[in-house]
């Protein structure tokens, strides 16, 4: 396997999609989750640049990466806003404890 | 600007929708005002409509590859059922400003009766698959909201998921059809889809076209789908009226004629549809016999003239059964209303309490009188002449056995209908009721429907010319009004249907000296009022559409970790599936 540059993009998405695959599905921390999710949002990103090289729209791809981390910062924002009422109103951060529509 | 008519038609209810939400249930009279100003002018849009009628696509918007373009069309068959919508909509919602005087929450009532006008005129307008299963969908839900309106009352809301489950399960079999069309036609285009329809495979066509029809039975109410309708009469009698007699319940009868030239060479299937338009009209009919609550009974004549229309379908009479659905939803509409009336007045639904109702509310029973003649079929009013036509075609296109047995219907309907206006509004008092006139804007909104039911057979011959010169692929052919006066009134056919229909009315008139028949058939009678045992298939489906959402709510955990683990299983999945496809 040659080391250029779309087997390394490649290999950063493999990379970060696991790392924030595993946050999410092993963490229990809320904010530990927003982090992971972001990490996830990061792979995404890293895979459309790279796409985009593949397929010649590298501007076309850039744009968008910019669309999604203007995006993907509101909803980190948003996220840690709740993750702070959800401390608030429950006491804890654990997210077993969000189970409350169930009952 | 037919476009922008188009457009306004719809967003003119779904925009008053909001306003009338807004408005806040704080001020009543304005929430009153603004709902029959935006329905009247909905109404005065679609109308508007009607000449810019044509075959060709109004309205394209496009919207990416994945769901073709969302397309408007405002053929015969959709201005003429918007104009329906609309205008009995605005009739009801005038209706409604008296009798809904004084009740809570009338944001709610006004907002989902707008929303569901709009949405069924986007149904028959939109000649998009998906756009047909968005509306179809949207109506169903404001159905269910509105049946349980009342929803302190067990049995309302009981009534409501009834009819929610029951349709759904017709819209599931929609949605399979509309899936299986773009994957053979690669549209979503009905138009598309009817023009190439013969390219299709045998037995693909054949699934598309039962699975069509089961969506257009459980829609309409037909058999084996019948109950479900009679249980929707807790909804407040405006809404009986506009969504359960005149416009939603004649969406299934809409779709099998929109795909009329697409199926009707499938082998089986004009059969089975009137078979099944057929054993709704002979089966409620009888259940109307031994009904004894005002709503029901009506509810049942629903379904049975209803089962007319579908019969007209299957045997190729799709004028006819079009024409039927003018006559029916004018008449039926203008008998809910006026049965509202006799609701609102006495307060009660049970007409075993009315009687000689007549002469404290001649105005309402003027108009429920001529309602029911026409419903009876009695010449010159709007059901007689579209029933005979209905008739006629089925004896062209149908077997005999068939046209028999809806003649037979034809005499029950007679019946039950005598039966129904002698129990109400004639005979002596049966208990001490407080009965009460209807108020102006009762009589404001059944005036014009009474006038309509005197005179929308005159509309014959306009109404055969709009079908045949917008509708190229239905090969219909359009005469004069005169023509069908003169087609109806010579054929022998009618002869033998007056005679049907004045024994029908003899027998109710006879009624004490055919007390043994009467007695005789006392265990048709049970069954009937236990409605032949289809309550319990459909109450099966309920139970067991519930009992599965009972149990899949173990697959809602409440983790996140669980739902990642759903969403990573997804995606994987997908990749599979890409990987095996490639």
Known sequence: MTLNITNVAVLVVLGLFATGFYGLLAVRNLIKVVVALQILVKGAMVALVAAGNLTGQLQAAQSMALTVIVADTIVAVVALALAVQVRRCIGTLDIKALTSLKR | MAATLLILSIAIPWFGALVVWLAGDARPRLQHGLAVAFSVLAGAVAVALLPFSSSQILLSIPVGGAFGDFTFAADGLGVFLAVVATVVGSLAVIFSVGYMRGEQQLGRYYALVLFFIGAMVGLVLTTNLLLIFFFWEITALCSYALISFYNDDPKAVAGGIKALII????????????LMIFSYTGSFDLRDFIAQAGNIPQTALAVMAFGFLAAAAAKSAQFPFQTWLPDAMEAPTPISALIHAATMVNAGVYLL???????????????????????????TAIMAMVATDLKRALAYSTVSQLGYMVYAVGAGGLFASQFHLMSHSVFKALLFLSAGAVIHGVGTRDMRLMGGLGQKMPFTRAVFVIGALALAGLPILNGFWSKELVLEAGLVGGPLWMWVVMLVGAGLTACYTFRMVWMVFYGQPRAKLHAHEA??????????????????????????KLLESTLPLHALESHSTLHYLEEVALAPATLIAMVVIALGLAAWWQRARLQGLVNALSGVARAAADSFGFEAINRGIVRATQNSAENLRVTQTGLVSWNIFGIMAGLVLVLVILLLGA
């Open chain 2, 439 to 464: 108020g102006a804007a009762m009589k404001t909104a059944l005036a014009p429907l009474a006038a309509g039911t005197l005179l929308t057979w005159l509309l014959a011959g306009p109404f055969s």
């Open chain 2, 167 to 178: 349709t759904q399960l017709g819209g599931v079999g929609l949605l399979l059809g509309a």
């Open chain 2, 257 to 283: 004629v929109r795909f009329y030239p697409a199926f009707a060479e499938v082998p089986g299937w004009r059969t089975a549809v009137m078979l099944v338009g057929m054993l709704s009209a002979l089966l």
